[in-house]
């Protein structure tokens, strides 16, 4: 399974309003691989039909706007756009506002600070995990625990290990619960959530932020320079009387 869909969009689908979503790519720059620059994955939402698209760092998380029962069309869409771009389809999850809401509602790690010394992550499941182990389950060699389990997500901590690195969970989560899944940090998720809700506003792209081009400079410089010679034509009988009084004077 390559593609999921948010849970709401099967219960909903005479709703005519659009909802907010975020589609969460998987394997997306990690390690050299599967690179994307966001532009190119802005544009593959957007062309597929997805409305108020931004994204959110570079871990592949894109989010956007569509009617509940166009969100299965437009990440289909999506995926095959950036097929060009990473030379094969990406899995992506997707969850709703609502969804991404209720992580910060219910869960071990909702309303609970952790030290700086573990990390927290959310892997969210491509479906319904179809095995079941006794939690908490724990790979000592990597460091990781899994923690709890719940619908389609998976709470994860990480401790660093002996030689001062960080296990990631991937694999680990991926071989206990028998399905494909997409890891992202605690504090990513909590943005994420904040920016669906509209509590956190997301950061202008590129073209909204680049620097005016040469041409443009240009043109704005050609204009002010042709409204000072306009202001010098308008003033230049006044500023010569002076001198032709003094000129008469000697």
Request: with cysteine; charged share 25%.
């Amino acid at each position: 399974m390559s593609t999921t869909r948010s849970r709401e969009t099967s219960t909903r689908r005479s709703a005519p309003d659009r909802g907010r979503y975020v589609a969460l790519l998987r394997a997306v720059n990690v390690g050299g691989k599967g690179l994307v620059k966001k532009d190119a994955l802005r544009d593959a939402f957007a062309r597929a039909g997805g409305t108020n698209v931004s994204t959110f760092i570079a871990s592949g998380n894109v989010l956007f706007d569509a009617p509940p029962d166009r969100v299965e069309s437009v990440v289909a869409g999506a995926r095959r756009r950036l097929k060009q771009v990473l030379g094969a389809e990406p899995v992506v999850m997707v969850r709703s506002a609502k969804e991404m809401a209720a992580l910060m509602r219910r869960g071990p790690f909702a309303g609970a600070d952790a030290p700086t010394i573990l990390k927290r992550y959310i892997l969210f499941l491509a479906d319904v995990p179809s095995r079941r182990p006794r939690l908490p389950l724990t790979q000592p060699k990597e460091e990781l625990d899994i923690v709890h389990v719940a619908a389609r997500d998976c709470w994860v901590v990480s401790r660093r290990k002996p030689g001062g690195m960080y296990g990631f969970p991937g694999i680990f989560v991926e071989a206990a619960l028998g399905v494909p899944s997409t890891a992202r940090s605690w504090s990513t998720v909590t943005k994420l959530a904040e920016l669906l809700s509209g509590r956190l506003k997301a950061a202008p792209t590129k073209a909204q932020t680049a620097p005016a081009s040469r041409s443009s400079r240009r043109n704005r410089t050609n204009s002010t320079a042709r409204g000072a010679a306009a202001s010098a034509s308008a003033r230049g009988p006044a500023d010569s009387r002076p001198a032709r009084r003094r000129a008469a004077a000697r």
